[in-house]
């Protein structure tokens, strides 16, 4: 934390430059209208000592008008300036958060696979909102503090000096006393909200998991268990937001008790001038006045250190995404095949997802463009890892990859992808209409290729059926449709989607065996013409594929098709049988 700390300038001077210099010419006008505020406050003071002196000693009707009139008029400007300055930072401090979140996103969105394999949904979701807010609230309270209180607490201090500096220095002198405690609060300060938003992460991240995993809490009964979790987290947090708050408000004592001494200072050192005669008594209120108004703007500033390190606190976790690195990039001159056929040539491949988790061990086959190949094998053998290496989600360690002769890190990553068509059992689903997410990623196509690819796919049927056929919103990954539809709906866009490159993983185990067939007869028609990779733990769907690899350790084990396997008799051969004897689905 000490080192987080250390970096608080060069943070603050990040911000500024990268988010609050756009809006400099919009910051112009806002500060206009500080000045504004600032020298309207000021003025009133200002007018209050030849209305004591002049205006309620002389009998002139004329001169009270005038006065009242300035008054009116100071009021009014202070009014439409404090308007104007409210309105223009808001649309500044929204802004610049928008452009943070728009900044984060994108930025999120070129970050590898396995930078959100390494993290938890609901800490990013944290750090994208709570974060992001704690971040708005410090910049518009600490550019208005800046502006505003700064411009307004001039004015009235050079009132107060016109009006009489010897008094004006003895206010004064008390304050710069408060100020080092001050610095040590904002420390303070930061150091909390940072655990507090740690701390709301946390707590994010277990909502996030609740809600995913309700029906399997519902299931083992454990409401009870996660609700006590759950409180757990929330007095975590209730302590911290008040010890947030207990801190904030550390400098409350300090700056009343500093203004008090210098008021009462003032009162008793000019009242003894006004008694003694040698000051007016319009002088004397008008300089009372003025220290009055400039105590509020001092105590708002004497806030604004902790609300930047608020701001500070969460910028730190906002940058932290920001500054995360993308390992996986296009060469600096990529390669964009004109006509892509799908030959895929694996050579030696090596590949590990950390340092004791080698999943690949000199993997060499060929994929011929249009032909299909299975790999099958126990789990954990690597046939996931091969389908992921293919589109980039990783990099191989060693050896490479052939995209019809081309390495695939030598293609243009969005180029590459756009080859290939990929169906899992982990169906995606967004919270769209059924057909926004068969259109999902196509952009030329027209309605009848909607519904031509969803026959294809053995979901027109069912999807005329829903309430609004294909207008219908499937919910949050498709909760309101059966695992068989999610899956037909996934290989319609894949139909629709037109890659030359098919990857299938793992795409009917999830489903029974009327489903798996209707299923299995859409697949037949989305392989046509492509190069397929299929990854099936059931050997039943890999029969008529050109040929079958098996795995075991990260390691080909065995190659042929179904019949030379069976003949050879080993392991598939083994596994083969186990299933057909209803051993092993």
């Known amino acids: 934390m000490a080192e987080k700390q250390t970096l608080q300038k060069p943070l603050a001077t990040r911000l500024v430059h990268e988010h609050l210099a756009p809006y400099k010419y919009r910051f112009g006008q806002a500060c206009f209208f500080m000045l504004l505020t600032a020298a309207s406050t000021a003025a009133l003071p200002f007018l209050l000592k ?14 009270l008008f005038t006065f009242c009139g300035a008054v009116l008029a100071a009021f009014v400007i202070k009014g439409f300036a404090s308007y104007g300055e409210t309105v223009t930072m808001t649309r500044i401090g929204q802004s610049i958060i928008s452009d943070i979140q728009n900044r984060v996103l994108a930025h999120m969105m070129s970050l590898d696979l396995e930078y959100f394999h390494k993290r938890n949904s609901g800490e990013l979701l944290s750090r994208f909102t709570n974060d992001v807010s704690l971040m708005r609230n410090s910049v518009a309270n ?76 519902k299931a083992y009964s454990t409401e009870n268990y996660e609700a006590n979790r759950a409180k757990v987290q929330i007095e975590k947090i209730y302590k911290l937001v008040v010890k947030t708050s207990r801190v904030r408000s550390l400098s409350h004592p300090i700056i009343e008790s500093m203004g008090g001494i210098a008021i009462i200072s003032v009162i008793a050192y000019g009242g003894w001038q006004v008694m003694h005669h040698s000051r007016t008594i319009g002088e004397f209120m008008s300089f009372i006045a003025a220290l009055i108004l400039a105590y509020e703007p001092l105590k708002r500033l004497s806030n604004l250190n902790a609300n930047l390190q608020e701001g500070l606190a969460a910028a730190d976790r906002v940058f932290e995404i920001i500054d995360a690195k993308s ?48 790999l099958v094998g126990a ?31 030598d293609w243009e990553i969005s180029y590459l992808r756009k080859q290939i068509a990929l169906v899992s059992q982990e169906i ?39 309430p609004q056929g294909y207008n219908t919103i499937v919910g949050e990954n498709g909760v309101s449709l059966s695992g068989g539809q999610r899956q037909r709906l996934a290989i319609a ?81 083994h596994l083969w049988h186990r299933q057909a004897q209803g051993l092993e689905s």
């Open 493 to 573: 866009r894949a139909m629709l989607k037109k890659a030359p490159i098919l990857l299938l993983d793992e795409a009917t185990s999830a489903l029974d065996t009327d489903s798996e067939r209707h299923i299995q007869s859409a697949l037949k028609k989305l392989m046509v013409g492509r190069t397929t990779i299929m990854v099936a733990h059931r050997l039943s769907t890999v029969i008529d594929a050109d040929h079958i690899y098996v795995l075991d350790n990260g390691k080909i084990i065995e190659s042929g098709s179904h019949q030379e396997l069976l003949q050879l008799g080993k392991q598939y051969a």
């Open 428 to 466: 995606a689903l967004f919270d769209l209409s059924v057909f926004e997410n068969i259109t999902y990623g196509c952009e030329d196509f027209l309605n009848e290729d909607v519904y031509s690819v969803a026959k294809s796919a053995a979901a027109h049927d069912f999807i005329e059926k829903l």
């Open 142 to 217: 600490t550019v208005i503090g800046i502006g505003r209180d700064s411009f307004t607490l001039v004015f009235l201090v050079a009132v107060m000096f016109y009006q009489d500096w010897l008094l004006a220095c003895l206010s004064f002198f008390i304050f710069p006393a408060a100020f080092l405690p001050i610095i040590r609060i904002g420390r303070r300060m930061r150091k909390v909200t940072f655990n507090a938003q740690e701390e709301i992460a946390r707590f994010t991240k277990q909502l996030t998991q609740i809600f995913q995993g309700i029906r399997v809490i």
């Open 327 to 374: 390992t996986i990039l296009s060469p600096v001159e990529p390669k964009r095949p004109a006509k892509v056929q799908g030959r895929i040539e694996y050579k030696d491949v090596h590949f590990a997802y950390g340092p004791k988790k080698k999943a690949l061990d000199g993997i060499s086959f060929v994929a011929q463009a249009g032909k299909c190949i299975a």
């Open 50 to 63: 030849p209305v004591m002196d002049d205006v309620f000693t002389s009998s002139d009707p004329k001169l």
């Open 379 to 409: 789990s954990g053998a690597g046939k996931s890892t091969i389908i992921n290496l293919i589109p980039r989600f990783y990099d191989v360690n060693a050896a490479e990859i052939i995209v019809d002769d081309v390495n695939v890190k």
